[in-house]
Protein backbone atom coordinates (compact mmCIF):
# COMPACT_ATOMS: atom_id res chain seq x y z
CA UNK A 1 0.00 0.00 0.00
CA UNK A 2 1.42 3.75 -0.79
CA UNK A 3 3.10 5.51 2.51
CA UNK A 4 0.49 7.22 4.76
CA UNK A 5 0.07 10.71 4.77
CA UNK A 6 2.44 12.67 7.27
CA UNK A 7 0.75 14.84 9.21
CA UNK A 8 0.85 16.38 12.72
CA UNK A 9 -1.14 13.83 14.52
CA UNK A 10 0.99 10.88 13.09
CA UNK A 11 3.65 12.36 14.05
CA UNK A 12 2.63 13.30 17.89
CA UNK A 13 1.81 9.29 17.36
CA UNK A 14 5.06 8.67 17.25
CA UNK A 15 6.27 11.36 19.81
CA UNK A 16 4.50 9.48 22.37
CA UNK A 17 5.84 6.10 21.14
CA UNK A 18 9.27 7.69 20.71
CA UNK A 19 8.98 9.25 24.62
CA UNK A 20 7.60 5.88 26.41
CA UNK A 21 10.83 4.11 24.72
CA UNK A 22 13.33 6.53 26.48
CA UNK A 23 11.08 6.07 29.53
CA UNK A 24 10.49 2.47 29.54
CA UNK A 25 6.54 3.15 30.09
CA UNK A 26 3.98 0.81 28.50
CA UNK A 27 1.50 2.54 26.63
CA UNK A 28 -2.47 1.84 26.69
CA UNK A 29 -3.72 1.95 22.85
CA UNK A 30 -7.25 3.35 22.73
CA UNK A 31 -9.71 4.88 20.20
CA UNK A 32 -13.33 5.55 21.39
CA UNK A 33 -13.18 3.41 24.00
CA UNK A 34 -16.37 1.15 22.53
CA UNK A 35 -14.02 -2.39 23.57
CA UNK A 36 -12.13 -1.06 26.77
CA UNK A 37 -14.15 -3.86 28.53
CA UNK A 38 -12.41 -6.63 26.75
CA UNK A 39 -9.17 -7.71 28.65
CA UNK A 40 -9.13 -4.31 30.33
CA UNK A 41 -5.35 -3.58 31.69
CA UNK A 42 -4.56 -4.10 34.94
CA UNK A 43 -2.47 -1.32 35.15
CA UNK A 44 -4.26 2.16 35.54
CA UNK A 45 -1.05 4.15 35.63
CA UNK A 46 -0.51 3.21 31.68
CA UNK A 47 0.15 6.08 29.35
CA UNK A 48 -2.70 6.67 27.35
CA UNK A 49 -2.19 6.67 23.49
CA UNK A 50 -5.49 8.01 21.41
CA UNK A 51 -5.52 7.29 17.51
CA UNK A 52 -8.93 9.34 17.01
CA UNK A 53 -6.83 12.74 16.23
CA UNK A 54 -5.34 10.27 12.95
CA UNK A 55 -8.75 9.54 11.08
CA UNK A 56 -10.21 10.15 7.46
CA UNK A 57 -10.89 8.16 4.69
CA UNK A 58 -7.45 8.60 2.62
CA UNK A 59 -8.48 6.72 -0.58
CA UNK A 60 -11.62 4.81 -1.74
CA UNK A 61 -12.64 3.01 -5.25
CA UNK A 62 -15.78 1.70 -5.07
CA UNK A 63 -15.27 0.14 -8.84
CA UNK A 64 -12.36 -1.58 -7.43
CA UNK A 65 -13.94 -2.67 -4.15
CA UNK A 66 -11.34 -1.33 -1.79
CA UNK A 67 -11.29 1.30 0.55
CA UNK A 68 -7.98 2.65 2.31
CA UNK A 69 -8.66 4.65 5.82
CA UNK A 70 -6.87 5.64 8.69
CA UNK A 71 -7.24 4.21 12.04
CA UNK A 72 -8.97 6.89 13.93
CA UNK A 73 -11.64 7.05 11.54
CA UNK A 74 -15.13 6.53 13.59
CA UNK A 75 -16.71 3.17 12.01
CA UNK A 76 -20.23 5.11 11.20
CA UNK A 77 -18.27 7.49 9.06
CA UNK A 78 -16.62 4.44 7.15
CA UNK A 79 -20.02 3.01 6.33
CA UNK A 80 -21.69 5.82 5.05
CA UNK A 81 -19.36 6.63 2.66
CA UNK A 82 -19.41 3.27 1.64
CA UNK A 83 -23.97 2.79 1.86
CA UNK A 84 -23.41 5.77 -0.45
CA UNK A 85 -22.05 3.41 -3.16
CA UNK A 86 -24.56 0.65 -2.77
CA UNK A 87 -21.68 -1.11 -0.53
CA UNK A 88 -20.27 -2.41 2.93
CA UNK A 89 -18.00 -4.04 5.37
CA UNK A 90 -20.03 -7.33 5.01
CA UNK A 91 -18.59 -8.62 7.75
CA UNK A 92 -21.15 -6.45 10.04
CA UNK A 93 -18.67 -5.43 12.79
CA UNK A 94 -20.51 -5.10 16.15
CA UNK A 95 -21.16 -1.79 17.81
CA UNK A 96 -21.54 -1.40 22.12
CA UNK A 97 -23.27 0.42 24.24
CA UNK A 98 -20.00 1.26 26.11
CA UNK A 99 -19.23 5.34 25.32
CA UNK A 100 -22.65 5.14 22.80
CA UNK A 101 -22.86 2.78 19.47
CA UNK A 102 -20.44 5.53 17.43
CA UNK A 103 -17.83 5.39 19.32
CA UNK A 104 -15.84 2.46 17.54
CA UNK A 105 -13.03 3.05 14.99
CA UNK A 106 -12.02 1.50 12.62
CA UNK A 107 -8.81 1.00 13.99
CA UNK A 108 -10.55 -0.98 17.21
CA UNK A 109 -12.59 -2.91 14.55
CA UNK A 110 -9.30 -4.40 13.37
CA UNK A 111 -7.25 -4.61 16.32
CA UNK A 112 -10.07 -7.00 18.59
CA UNK A 113 -11.36 -8.67 14.68
CA UNK A 114 -14.76 -8.87 15.81
CA UNK A 115 -17.48 -9.96 13.37
CA UNK A 116 -21.49 -9.42 13.43
CA UNK A 117 -24.15 -12.19 12.31
CA UNK A 118 -22.58 -12.88 8.87
CA UNK A 119 -19.71 -14.08 10.37
CA UNK A 120 -20.27 -17.85 9.36
CA UNK A 121 -20.94 -16.85 5.60
CA UNK A 122 -18.39 -14.34 4.57
CA UNK A 123 -15.61 -14.79 6.58
CA UNK A 124 -14.21 -12.36 9.21
CA UNK A 125 -11.84 -8.98 9.42
CA UNK A 126 -8.72 -10.59 9.18
CA UNK A 127 -10.11 -12.01 5.47
CA UNK A 128 -10.77 -8.74 4.11
CA UNK A 129 -7.88 -6.41 5.01
CA UNK A 130 -5.53 -6.37 2.57
CA UNK A 131 -2.71 -3.79 3.59
CA UNK A 132 -1.92 -1.99 6.72
CA UNK A 133 0.68 0.73 8.33
CA UNK A 134 1.69 0.13 11.65
CA UNK A 135 4.06 1.81 13.82
CA UNK A 136 6.16 -0.62 16.19
CA UNK A 137 7.61 -0.68 19.06
CA UNK A 138 10.66 1.10 17.68
CA UNK A 139 8.91 4.06 16.51
CA UNK A 140 9.36 3.25 12.96
CA UNK A 141 6.40 2.87 10.48
CA UNK A 142 6.23 -0.18 8.82
CA UNK A 143 3.91 -1.11 5.55
CA UNK A 144 2.29 -4.19 5.02
CA UNK A 145 0.48 -5.81 1.68
CA UNK A 146 -1.33 -3.52 -0.68
CA UNK A 147 -4.41 -2.80 -2.20
CA UNK A 148 -5.50 -6.30 -3.89
CA UNK A 149 -5.70 -9.89 -2.69
CA UNK A 150 -2.63 -11.66 -3.94
CA UNK A 151 0.08 -9.69 -2.89
CA UNK A 152 2.07 -11.52 -0.24
CA UNK A 153 5.00 -12.77 0.18
CA UNK A 154 6.57 -14.21 3.07
CA UNK A 155 4.47 -13.29 6.49
CA UNK A 156 1.11 -11.92 6.17
CA UNK A 157 0.95 -9.21 8.64
CA UNK A 158 -1.69 -7.06 7.82
CA UNK A 159 -4.28 -9.90 8.48
CA UNK A 160 -2.07 -11.16 12.03
CA UNK A 161 -3.02 -7.32 13.16
CA UNK A 162 -6.79 -8.67 13.14
CA UNK A 163 -7.64 -9.77 16.37
CA UNK A 164 -4.46 -8.74 17.98
CA UNK A 165 -5.44 -5.93 20.55
CA UNK A 166 -2.92 -3.67 19.93
CA UNK A 167 0.29 -6.19 21.10
CA UNK A 168 2.01 -5.78 17.86
CA UNK A 169 2.08 -2.34 17.32
CA UNK A 170 -0.52 0.83 16.82
CA UNK A 171 -2.34 0.53 13.77
CA UNK A 172 -2.39 3.62 11.79
CA UNK A 173 -4.35 3.07 8.42
CA UNK A 174 -5.46 -0.41 6.88
CA UNK A 175 -6.77 -1.12 3.04
CA UNK A 176 -10.35 -2.97 2.89
CA UNK A 177 -11.81 -5.33 0.42
CA UNK A 178 -15.70 -4.33 0.63
CA UNK A 179 -18.62 -5.46 -1.31
CA UNK A 180 -21.31 -4.91 -2.66
CA UNK A 181 -24.78 -4.41 -0.46
CA UNK A 182 -27.00 -8.07 -1.01
CA UNK A 183 -29.66 -7.15 -3.76
CA UNK A 184 -31.98 -9.13 -1.57
CA UNK A 185 -32.71 -10.10 2.15
CA UNK A 186 -35.69 -11.28 3.59
CA UNK A 187 -35.59 -13.28 7.61
CA UNK A 188 -37.74 -16.49 8.21
CA UNK A 189 -38.67 -17.68 11.55
CA UNK A 190 -38.55 -21.11 12.89
CA UNK A 191 -40.36 -22.16 16.36
CA UNK A 192 -37.59 -24.81 17.51
CA UNK A 193 -35.56 -26.43 20.41
CA UNK A 194 -31.56 -25.63 20.32
CA UNK A 195 -30.82 -29.33 19.29
CA UNK A 196 -33.33 -29.30 16.36
CA UNK A 197 -31.51 -25.42 15.55
CA UNK A 198 -28.40 -27.05 15.42
CA UNK A 199 -29.56 -30.14 13.09
CA UNK A 200 -31.17 -27.89 10.79
CA UNK A 201 -28.35 -25.83 10.12
CA UNK A 202 -26.29 -28.22 10.04
CA UNK A 203 -28.20 -29.71 7.22
CA UNK A 204 -29.23 -26.80 5.74
CA UNK A 205 -25.49 -24.94 5.07
CA UNK A 206 -24.80 -28.69 2.99
CA UNK A 207 -26.96 -27.08 0.50
CA UNK A 208 -26.92 -24.44 -1.96
CA UNK A 209 -28.68 -22.03 -0.16
CA UNK A 210 -28.09 -18.11 0.41
CA UNK A 211 -27.85 -18.01 3.89
CA UNK A 212 -25.94 -14.94 5.70
CA UNK A 213 -26.66 -15.06 8.93
CA UNK A 214 -28.69 -17.53 11.92
CA UNK A 215 -29.57 -16.56 15.63
CA UNK A 216 -30.74 -18.81 17.99
CA UNK A 217 -32.56 -18.01 21.46
CA UNK A 218 -35.88 -19.13 23.73
CA UNK A 219 -36.84 -21.38 21.24
CA UNK A 220 -37.09 -19.41 18.10
CA UNK A 221 -34.60 -19.74 15.04
CA UNK A 222 -34.39 -16.59 13.25
CA UNK A 223 -32.62 -17.46 9.85
CA UNK A 224 -31.32 -14.98 7.17
CA UNK A 225 -31.15 -15.41 3.47
CA UNK A 226 -29.52 -12.74 1.00
CA UNK A 227 -28.29 -12.55 -2.52
CA UNK A 228 -30.38 -12.39 -5.78
CA UNK A 229 -33.83 -11.65 -5.59
CA UNK A 230 -34.53 -15.31 -7.37
CA UNK A 231 -31.83 -16.95 -5.13
CA UNK A 232 -33.56 -15.97 -2.10
CA UNK A 233 -37.14 -16.46 -3.37
CA UNK A 234 -36.45 -19.57 -4.07
CA UNK A 235 -34.96 -20.56 -0.45
CA UNK A 236 -37.69 -19.60 0.93
CA UNK A 237 -40.09 -21.87 -0.93
CA UNK A 238 -37.43 -24.76 -0.26
CA UNK A 239 -37.15 -23.73 3.57
CA UNK A 240 -40.58 -22.38 4.83
CA UNK A 241 -40.47 -20.75 8.15
CA UNK A 242 -42.73 -17.36 8.90
CA UNK A 243 -41.20 -14.49 7.22
CA UNK A 244 -40.65 -11.67 9.05
CA UNK A 245 -41.47 -8.37 8.40
CA UNK A 246 -38.25 -6.39 6.65
CA UNK A 247 -38.50 -3.54 10.02
CA UNK A 248 -38.75 -5.96 12.47
CA UNK A 249 -35.77 -8.53 10.71
CA UNK A 250 -33.20 -5.59 10.96
CA UNK A 251 -33.96 -4.18 14.07
CA UNK A 252 -33.63 -7.86 15.51
CA UNK A 253 -30.11 -8.62 12.99
CA UNK A 254 -29.07 -5.00 14.44
CA UNK A 255 -29.11 -5.79 18.09
CA UNK A 256 -28.02 -9.50 17.36
CA UNK A 257 -24.81 -7.46 15.83
CA UNK A 258 -24.26 -4.85 18.38
CA UNK A 259 -24.72 -7.44 21.17
CA UNK A 260 -27.67 -5.63 22.77
CA UNK A 261 -29.68 -9.03 23.64
CA UNK A 262 -30.63 -9.38 26.90
CA UNK A 263 -28.52 -12.37 27.60
CA UNK A 264 -25.52 -9.96 26.44
CA UNK A 265 -26.45 -6.78 28.35
CA UNK A 266 -28.60 -7.97 31.52
CA UNK A 267 -26.58 -6.98 34.92
CA UNK A 268 -25.16 -10.17 36.26
CA UNK A 269 -25.56 -11.55 39.84
CA UNK A 270 -22.00 -12.04 41.14
CA UNK A 271 -20.48 -15.08 40.84
CA UNK A 272 -22.34 -15.82 37.40
CA UNK A 273 -20.06 -15.28 34.02
CA UNK A 274 -21.46 -14.57 30.65
CA UNK A 275 -19.50 -16.69 28.23
CA UNK A 276 -19.00 -16.91 24.63
CA UNK A 277 -17.83 -20.25 22.86
CA UNK A 278 -16.36 -20.62 19.73
CA UNK A 279 -16.79 -23.91 18.37
CA UNK A 280 -17.01 -25.81 15.18
CA UNK A 281 -20.25 -25.49 13.93
CA UNK A 282 -21.44 -29.03 13.83
CA UNK A 283 -20.91 -29.43 17.61
CA UNK A 284 -23.95 -30.70 18.97
CA UNK A 285 -26.28 -28.81 21.97
CA UNK A 286 -23.82 -28.20 24.88
CA UNK A 287 -23.85 -29.43 28.69
CA UNK A 288 -22.36 -26.50 30.29
CA UNK A 289 -21.12 -26.73 33.61
CA UNK A 290 -23.22 -24.50 35.59
CA UNK A 291 -25.43 -22.83 33.18
CA UNK A 292 -28.29 -20.91 34.00
CA UNK A 293 -30.95 -19.00 32.41
CA UNK A 294 -31.17 -18.35 28.68
CA UNK A 295 -28.76 -19.00 25.99
CA UNK A 296 -28.06 -17.51 21.96
CA UNK A 297 -26.50 -19.44 19.53
CA UNK A 298 -25.35 -17.55 16.36
CA UNK A 299 -23.07 -18.30 13.44
CA UNK A 300 -24.69 -21.04 12.27
CA UNK A 301 -23.52 -23.11 15.82
CA UNK A 302 -20.16 -21.67 15.72
CA UNK A 303 -20.76 -19.06 18.42
CA UNK A 304 -22.38 -19.30 21.19
CA UNK A 305 -23.34 -17.56 24.24
CA UNK A 306 -24.21 -18.55 27.71
CA UNK A 307 -24.24 -17.57 31.15
CA UNK A 308 -22.67 -20.26 33.93
CA UNK A 309 -21.17 -19.73 37.58
CA UNK A 310 -18.82 -22.44 37.27
CA UNK A 311 -14.87 -22.13 37.52
CA UNK A 312 -13.77 -21.24 34.30
CA UNK A 313 -11.23 -24.16 34.32
CA UNK A 314 -14.30 -26.18 33.26
CA UNK A 315 -15.77 -23.76 31.18
CA UNK A 316 -12.44 -23.94 29.10
CA UNK A 317 -11.59 -27.22 29.52
CA UNK A 318 -15.32 -28.18 27.91
CA UNK A 319 -14.63 -26.40 24.60
CA UNK A 320 -11.45 -27.41 24.20
CA UNK A 321 -13.02 -30.82 24.21
CA UNK A 322 -14.87 -30.02 21.35
CA UNK A 323 -12.13 -28.33 19.17
CA UNK A 324 -13.40 -25.13 20.27
CA UNK A 325 -12.19 -22.10 23.29
CA UNK A 326 -13.59 -20.01 25.32
CA UNK A 327 -13.35 -16.75 26.78
CA UNK A 328 -15.40 -14.69 29.66
CA UNK A 329 -17.38 -11.96 28.33
CA UNK A 330 -18.11 -10.12 31.07
CA UNK A 331 -18.61 -11.03 34.77
CA UNK A 332 -14.73 -12.35 35.62
CA UNK A 333 -13.90 -11.79 39.22
CA UNK A 334 -10.17 -11.47 40.25
CA UNK A 335 -8.58 -14.32 39.20
CA UNK A 336 -10.49 -15.70 36.53
CA UNK A 337 -8.95 -16.59 33.37
CA UNK A 338 -10.61 -14.67 30.95
CA UNK A 339 -9.56 -16.89 28.50
CA UNK A 340 -6.79 -19.95 27.93
CA UNK A 341 -3.45 -18.29 28.92
CA UNK A 342 -0.83 -17.83 26.47
CA UNK A 343 1.39 -20.21 28.97
CA UNK A 344 -1.26 -23.13 27.93
CA UNK A 345 -0.82 -23.37 24.07
CA UNK A 346 1.77 -26.06 23.11
CA UNK A 347 5.36 -25.04 22.92
CA UNK A 348 5.63 -24.56 19.71
CA UNK A 349 2.72 -22.18 19.24
CA UNK A 350 3.69 -20.35 22.38
CA UNK A 351 7.25 -19.69 21.01
CA UNK A 352 5.91 -18.56 17.72
CA UNK A 353 4.10 -15.51 19.73
CA UNK A 354 6.58 -14.76 21.63
CA UNK A 355 8.85 -14.51 18.54
CA UNK A 356 6.45 -12.00 16.83
CA UNK A 357 5.96 -10.08 19.57
CA UNK A 358 9.40 -9.83 20.70
CA UNK A 359 10.10 -8.57 17.08
CA UNK A 360 7.36 -6.15 16.83
CA UNK A 361 7.50 -5.03 20.44
CA UNK A 362 10.59 -5.65 22.02
CA UNK A 363 10.05 -3.99 24.90
CA UNK A 364 6.91 -4.72 25.29
CA UNK A 365 5.97 -1.32 25.53
CA UNK A 366 2.18 -2.05 23.65
CA UNK A 367 -1.44 -2.83 25.54
CA UNK A 368 0.59 -5.51 27.84
CA UNK A 369 -1.55 -8.40 28.86
CA UNK A 370 -4.35 -7.30 26.85
CA UNK A 371 -4.00 -9.99 24.01
CA UNK A 372 -3.33 -13.26 26.50
CA UNK A 373 -0.85 -13.15 29.89
CA UNK A 374 2.58 -12.76 29.03
CA UNK A 375 1.99 -10.85 25.51
Known sequence: MNTIRQDAA????QETVRAAIADRAPLEIAGGGSKA??????????RRLDVRPLAGISAYEPSELVVTVRAGTPLVELEAALAECGQCLPFEPPRFAVNGPSAGTVGGMVASGLAGPARASVGSVRDYVLGATL??????????GGQVMKNVAGYDVSRLLAGSFGALGVICEVSLKVLPRPVASTTLRFEMDEAQALASLKAWCRKPLPISASAWSRGVLWLRLSGAQAAVASAQRTLGGEPIADDLAQRGWLDVRDQ?????????????RLWRLSVPPHTGRLALPGAVGDSLVEWHGGQRWALSDAPPALVHALAAEVGGHARIWRGALAG?????????????????????????????????GRLAAGL
Not at 37 to 46: E, G, K, Q, S, V
Not at 352 to 367: C, E, G, M, S, T
Open 135 to 144: LDGRADLLSF
Open 336 to 368: DAVQPALSELSAPLHAVHQRIKDAFDPLHLFNP
Open 10 to 13: LQSL
Open 260 to 272: NHPLLVDVLPRGR
Open 37 to 46: FLNPPTDATL
